[in-house]
C-alpha cells in the first residue's frame, strides 16, 4: 500500500478524487428551509439587532428573525437525496486509477 502512495501518479489521482468527493457528498443534502430567533443577552443589543433586521426589504424572506423573550430557536428542513450518494460513491470507486494500482502491485510481487 505505501508503495502505491509512493507513485507520484496514483497520488495526485487520489487528492483529485477525495478532492472532489465532499462536494458531491454535498449535493445529495439539500436545506430547503432554515429559520432562526435569536434573543441576546443584552436588550440593548437586541433592539440594534431588530432595527438593523427591519430595514431588510420586507418582499425578501429573512431566515434570522429576534424575539425578545430570552428564547432562541432553530428550525431546518434537510432533505437527503441517497440516490445522489451512491451516485457519487460509484463515480468515486469507477474513476480511481486501477491500471496504475494493478501495476504497482505487480511489480512489488
Known amino acids: 500500500m505505501w508503495k502505491c502512495l509512493i507513485d507520484g501518479n496514483i497520488r495526485s489521482?487520489?487528492?483529485r478524487r477525495f478532492r472532489?468527493?465532499?462536494i458531491?457528498?454535498?449535493?445529495?443534502?439539500?436545506?430547503s428551509r432554515f429559520y432562526c430567533e435569536?434573543?441576546?443577552?443584552?436588550?440593548?443589543?437586541?433592539?440594534?439587532?431588530?432595527?438593523?433586521?427591519?430595514t431588510v426589504d420586507a418582499a425578501?424572506?429573512?431566515?434570522?428573525h429576534c424575539n425578545f423573550m430570552g428564547r432562541n430557536e432553530v428550525r431546518t428542513e434537510v432533505r437527503f437525496?441517497?440516490?445522489?450518494l451512491v451516485k457519487a460513491?460509484?463515480?468515486f470507486?469507477?474513476?480511481?486509477?486501477?491500471?496504475?494500482?494493478?501495476k504497482q502491485w505487480r511489480a512489488s510481487n
Open 13 to 15: 489521482a487520489l487528492v
Open 20 to 22: 472532489r468527493l465532499p
Open 24 to 31: 458531491a457528498l454535498w449535493d445529495a443534502v439539500e436545506v
Open 38 to 54: 435569536v434573543s441576546l443577552p443584552d436588550p440593548a443589543l437586541n433592539g440594534m439587532l431588530w432595527g438593523a433586521l427591519a
Open 60 to 64: 425578501s424572506p429573512t431566515w434570522l
Open 81 to 84: 437525496y441517497p440516490h445522489r
Open 89 to 91: 460513491a460509484l463515480f
Open 93 to 102: 470507486f469507477l474513476q480511481l486509477p486501477y491500471q496504475a494500482l494493478l
